[in-house]
Each structure stands twice: as structure tokens, then as C-alpha cells.
């Protein structure tokens, strides 16, 4: 596997585990899209997963999405199971940040959490799970200060809609606010799905 130093001395800038599933497949497209088009062409990052054959699929396919052969020989595979903590804790020194698409979170997220704390990643999820979250906050919290290491959750579609229109009708309301309910219309083709979400800010 080539070795690059980033500016931390770690291999990679960004770590995309669970690249295999159905969200970590389009964010590794997004990834490669950005990283190719944007200013951020020397962000070095890998993918990671179960499954090597799995990974080799995934870069395959986004080679082709964006007609870019070069991902498949370019981007580097990491394998690691959230059910074998040396693999995570080799993941993880690796990496300046994992952004961590694997779920349910409930039963896989805190391995990936304590795997990052412990070595120095910060860690970035895409759970809609308020369970896993606020355990996460109240379990991995100091340690994460004492470390230097942010975990920011809920980073995706699903979420950030709905904290930010929280956050905009609790400053706008006049009075206490202490639950939101929201409500989200989408059209694709000939379907209409709606979409029903419930925040309580309490
Ligand atoms: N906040 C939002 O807006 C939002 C949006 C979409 C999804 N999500 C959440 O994101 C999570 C993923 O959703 P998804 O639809 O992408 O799920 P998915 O298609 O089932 O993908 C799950 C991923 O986790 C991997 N995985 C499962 N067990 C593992 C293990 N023991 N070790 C390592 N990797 C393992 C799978 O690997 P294999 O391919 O090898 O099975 C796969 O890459 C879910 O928790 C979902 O609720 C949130």
C-alpha cells in the first residue's frame, strides 16, 4: 500500500469505512468527485471495509460513474471488521479522519468511536439515532477532549435539514420551544414520498 504523509503524518486525510453500503458507495463517488474537481486535489483518502472484494467493486463502479479508471488503482483498500478491534485500531491510526458509514449504529457504532478515540482519529457518522448518539456524547466525550479528537455525528441528509430547522424555529419562536415535528415532500418520477420526522429539543 503507498504510504503519503499528510500534514498529521498519517497516510490519510479520510478514511470512508463501510464504502460497500448502499449510502458509502455514493459517498466515495462524492469523495472522488470533489477531490478531482475541487480544490482539495491533495486529499489523500482510502476506503475501507469487510470485504476487499467488495471495496475493488465499489472503486470499480465509481471509475466508471465518472469515467475515471484511475480510482481503481489509485485509491487504497483498508480491511477492517467492526467485529475485530485490531483491524479497527489499524484503520484508525491510519487515518486523520473516519468518516464511518457503517449501521446500524446501535450495534456498530461504538466500536468505531472507541477504536478512533483511541488512536487519535476524529470521527464523522451518518446516524439518524438519537440513542447512539447521546450515549456517545456521554460516554466518549472527556476522553475525546483529553485527545484532541471531535466526533461529529449525524452528518447526512436525513439530519442536517431537520437540526437546522431546529435550531431556526427555536431562535424565530417566541416562547419555549420544547418539540418539533417536520415534515419533508419529496418528488422522484412518478412516486411522491413524504416524510415525517420528530425532534424533541428537551
Ligand atoms: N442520516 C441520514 O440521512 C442517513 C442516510 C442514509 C443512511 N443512514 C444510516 O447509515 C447507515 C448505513 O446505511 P446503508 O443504507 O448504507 O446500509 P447498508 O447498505 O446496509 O451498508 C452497511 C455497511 O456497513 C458494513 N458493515 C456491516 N457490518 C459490518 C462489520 N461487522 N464490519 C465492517 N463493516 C460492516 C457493510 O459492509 P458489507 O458490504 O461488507 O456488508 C456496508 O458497507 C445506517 O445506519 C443508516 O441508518 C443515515
Same mark, same amino acid.
Given at each position: /500500500?503507498?504510504?503519503?504523509?499528510?500534514s498529521?503524518?498519517?497516510?490519510y @486525510?479520510?478514511?470512508?469505512f463501510?464504502?460497500? +453500503?448502499?449510502? +458509502? #458507495?455514493?459517498?466515495v463517488?462524492?469523495?472522488?468527485?470533489?477531490?478531482?474537481? *475541487?480544490?482539495?486535489g491533495?486529499l489523500?483518502?482510502? &476506503? %475501507?471495509?469487510r470485504?476487499k #472484494?467488495?471495496l475493488?467493486?465499489?472503486?470499480e #463502479?465509481?471509475a466508471? &460513474?465518472?469515467s475515471?479508471?484511475e480510482l =481503481?488503482?489509485?485509491?487504497?483498500?483498508?480491511v477492517?471488521?467492526v467485529?475485530?478491534?485490531?483491524?479497527l485500531? %489499524?484503520m484508525?491510526k491510519?487515518a486523520? $479522519?473516519?468518516?464511518?458509514?457503517?449501521g446500524?449504529?446501535r450495534?456498530f457504532?461504538?466500536? &468505531? &468511536?472507541?477504536?478512533?478515540?483511541?488512536?487519535?482519529a @476524529? @470521527?464523522?457518522?451518518?446516524?439518524g439515532?438519537p #440513542?447512539?448518539?447521546e *450515549?456517545t456524547?456521554?460516554?466518549?466525550?472527556s476522553?475525546? %477532549?483529553?485527545?484532541?479528537v471531535? $466526533?461529529?455525528?449525524?452528518?447526512g441528509?436525513?439530519?442536517?435539514p431537520?437540526? /437546522? *430547522?431546529v435550531?431556526?424555529?427555536?431562535?424565530?419562536? =417566541?416562547?419555549?420551544?420544547?418539540?418539533?415535528?417536520?415534515?419533508?415532500?419529496f418528488?422522484? *418520477?412518478?412516486?411522491v414520498? @413524504?416524510?415525517?420526522t420528530?425532534?424533541?429539543?428537551?
Amino acid at each position: /500500500m503507498a504510504r503519503v504523509e499528510t500534514s498529521s503524518n498519517r497516510p490519510y @486525510h479520510l478514511v470512508i469505512f463501510g464504502a460497500s +453500503g448502499f449510502t +458509502g #458507495q455514493f459517498v466515495v463517488e462524492e469523495v472522488a468527485r470533489t477531490v478531482s474537481e *475541487g480544490p482539495n486535489g491533495n486529499l489523500k483518502w482510502a &476506503v %475501507a471495509g469487510r470485504s476487499k #472484494q467488495k471495496l475493488e467493486k465499489v472503486l470499480e #463502479q465509481a471509475a466508471g &460513474v465518472l469515467s475515471k479508471p484511475e480510482l =481503481r488503482t489509485e485509491v487504497d483498500m483498508i480491511v477492517a471488521d467492526v467485529g475485530e478491534p485490531d483491524s479497527l485500531a %489499524a484503520m484508525c491510526k491510519q487515518a486523520v $479522519i473516519v468518516l464511518n458509514c457503517v449501521g446500524p449504529y446501535r450495534f456498530f457504532g461504538e466500536q &468505531v &468511536v472507541r477504536a478512533c478515540v483511541e488512536n487519535g482519529a @476524529h @470521527h464523522i457518522d451518518i446516524s439518524g439515532e438519537p #440513542q447512539f448518539l447521546e *450515549g456517545t456524547q456521554l460516554n466518549y466525550s472527556s476522553q475525546a %477532549a483529553e485527545k484532541a479528537v471531535f $466526533i461529529i455525528g449525524s452528518c447526512g441528509f436525513d439530519s442536517i435539514p431537520a437540526d /437546522m *430547522g431546529v435550531l431556526y424555529t427555536r431562535d424565530q419562536f =417566541r416562547g419555549t420551544l420544547t418539540a418539533v415535528e417536520s415534515f419533508l415532500t419529496f418528488s422522484s *418520477g412518478p412516486e411522491v414520498c @413524504h416524510y415525517i420526522t420528530h425532534k424533541s429539543i428537551n
